[in-house]
């Protein structure tokens, strides 16, 4: 008889987009050797397990909802946090006391934060960690950029959005400082939130042809982000031929040097997207090239299911977490402070419209 993997994750087979695909793919992952069930992450359920059952996956923040509240219970047979990591106080507090009661946590994000870890409050966590990189099927994102624009005449995209309960860190103000200094003209963006004087096309259903056709259009993507685990939409404008040009805390490595711009020096930012911008289009199509073979090796979701497997099969990690007072204090100081925090307005709605549809849904 199978055991049971209960995962907490945004699941929607119909859905190849994240947070879905990563959802979808831990799915894929456990379904041959576990009966699998799926359960919101803003839920108020609470899981009671068999013994030996499995439960992984995405908690929120708010301390009744059903990954915090099934987590306690002894008949697991291992508890694996998976969720998106960053060297953000704010971002991150909400985890303290969580991390000690699971037997791992997978991250997802670059190797820039795990680097980070040795010298942050976030060191203690370090034995229970495993990185896990982002995943992406290129042919859900087709190959677009044909033709790159004429020296002087090329044009950077901005795509992301602003949710509290997502990365609020995408640093726009660095963003719209940046675009007035190289020039608006050569600007836009796509998301929820226009930014500065920045041409803004909205949100954007990027199955449809005609909006790739707009993206073609644009050369580069840019993202500056000082607190970002893994910008999916990085992976997504390399598949489509986009160059990203990224601050090193979007948390991403590996790519060309020349496309990474430092967090608070404009002036070598102005520096490097005019050298881009001139750059001979051979280059230009070398570097693009390197990314996608880059993407294709590293950035898939093969590469993903393995270390979710690996984690599962491992023996059970014993390491116990132990905090200073001081550390607790600071961790609660943040959570209180962080957007993210459960009993802001946002945060607080998203859970009350999770829960009335599921239980008018038992009630129909």
Same mark, same amino acid.
């Given at each position: 008889m199978k055991k049971?993997?209960?995962?907490i994750?945004?699941?929607d087979l119909?859905?190849?987009?994240n947070?879905?695909?990563i959802?979808n793919?831990l799915?894929?992952?456990?379904?041959?050797?576990?009966d699998?069930? %799926?359960?919101t992450?803003?839920?108020? /359920?609470?899981?009671?397990?068999?013994?030996n059952?499995?439960?992984?996956g995405?908690?929120?923040?708010?301390p009744l909802?059903?990954?915090?509240r099934?987590?306690?219970?002894?008949?697991?047979?291992?508890?694996?946090?998976?969720q998106?990591?960053?060297?953000?106080i704010?971002?991150?507090?909400?985890l303290?006391?969580?991390i000690?009661?699971?037997?791992?946590?997978i991250a997802?994000?670059?190797n820039?934060?795990?680097?980070?870890l040795?010298?942050s409050?976030?060191?203690?966590?370090?034995k229970?960690?495993t990185?896990?990189?982002l995943?992406l099927?290129?042919?859900?994102y087709?190959f677009?950029?044909?033709?790159?624009?004429?020296?002087?005449?090329r044009?950077?995209?901005y795509v992301?959005?602003?949710y509290s309960?997502?990365n609020f860190a995408k640093?726009?103000?660095?963003l719209?400082l940046i675009?007035e200094?190289?020039g608006i003209?050569?600007?836009?963006?796509?998301?929820?939130?226009k930014v500065?004087?920045?041409?803004h096309h909205?949100?954007?259903?990027?199955?449809?042809?005609?909006n790739l056709?707009?993206v073609?259009k644009?050369?580069?993507?840019?993202?500056t982000s000082?607190?970002?685990a893994?910008?999916?939409?990085?992976l997504e404008?390399?598949?489509?031929?986009?160059i990203?040009?990224?601050?090193?805390q979007?948390?991403? /490595?590996?790519?060309?040097?020349?496309?990474?711009?430092?967090?608070?020096?404009?002036?070598v930012?102005e520096?490097?997207?005019?050298?881009l911008?001139?750059?001979d289009e051979?280059?230009?199509?070398?570097?693009q090239?390197?990314?996608?073979?880059?993407?294709?090796?590293k950035?898939?979701?093969l590469?993903f299911?393995?270390?979710?497997?690996?984690?599962i099969?491992s023996?059970k990690?014993n390491?116990?977490i132990?905090? %200073?007072?001081?550390?607790i204090?600071h961790?609660?100081?943040?959570?209180?402070r962080?957007?993210?925090?459960?009993?802001?307005?946002?945060?607080l709605?998203?859970i009350i419209k %999770?829960?009335?549809?599921?239980?008018?849904s038992?009630?129909?």
């Amino acid at each position: 008889m199978k055991k049971t993997a209960h995962i907490i994750y945004p699941f929607d087979l119909k859905k190849k987009i994240n947070p879905w695909s990563i959802g979808n793919n831990l799915f894929y992952t456990l379904k041959d050797k576990y009966d699998v069930k %799926t359960y919101t992450w803003t839920s108020l /359920e609470k899981i009671y397990p068999k013994r030996n059952d499995i439960l992984i996956g995405h908690c929120h923040t708010n301390p009744l909802t059903i990954f915090r509240r099934s987590v306690a219970n002894k008949n697991w047979y291992k508890k694996i946090l998976v969720q998106p990591f960053n060297g953000d106080i704010k971002q991150m507090s909400h985890l303290y006391d969580l991390i000690p009661l699971c037997d791992d946590f997978i991250a997802i994000c670059g190797n820039y934060w795990i680097k980070y870890l040795n010298n942050s409050i976030f060191k203690v966590w370090k034995k229970k960690i495993t990185q896990v990189d982002l995943g992406l099927d290129p042919k859900q994102y087709p190959f677009i950029k044909k033709k790159f624009n004429e020296p002087g005449k090329r044009k950077f995209l901005y795509v992301g959005n602003d949710y509290s309960y997502n990365n609020f860190a995408k640093n726009v103000d660095y963003l719209k400082l940046i675009s007035e200094k190289i020039g608006i003209s050569n600007f836009g963006t796509i998301g929820n939130k226009k930014v500065g004087q920045i041409y803004h096309h909205g949100w954007t259903d990027f199955t449809k042809k005609k909006n790739l056709k707009l993206v073609a259009k644009y050369d580069f993507l840019i993202h500056t982000s000082s607190y970002d685990a893994n910008p999916s939409t990085v992976l997504e404008a390399i598949s489509w031929g986009l160059i990203p040009i990224l601050t090193k805390q979007c948390g991403y /490595e590996g790519f060309n040097y020349k496309t990474y711009i430092p967090l608070n020096d404009i002036s070598v930012v102005e520096k490097k997207l005019k050298y881009l911008q001139y750059l001979d289009e051979k280059k230009l199509i070398k570097i693009q090239n390197k990314n996608i073979k880059i993407l294709k090796k590293k950035y898939n979701w093969l590469n993903f299911r393995k270390t979710i497997r690996r984690v599962i099969n491992s023996k059970k990690n014993n390491f116990n977490i132990k905090y %200073t007072k001081k550390k607790i204090k600071h961790f609660e100081n943040n959570r209180k402070r962080s957007p993210n925090h459960y009993l802001r307005y946002k945060i607080l709605f998203s859970i009350i419209k %999770t829960n009335a549809k599921i239980l008018l849904s038992k009630i129909i």
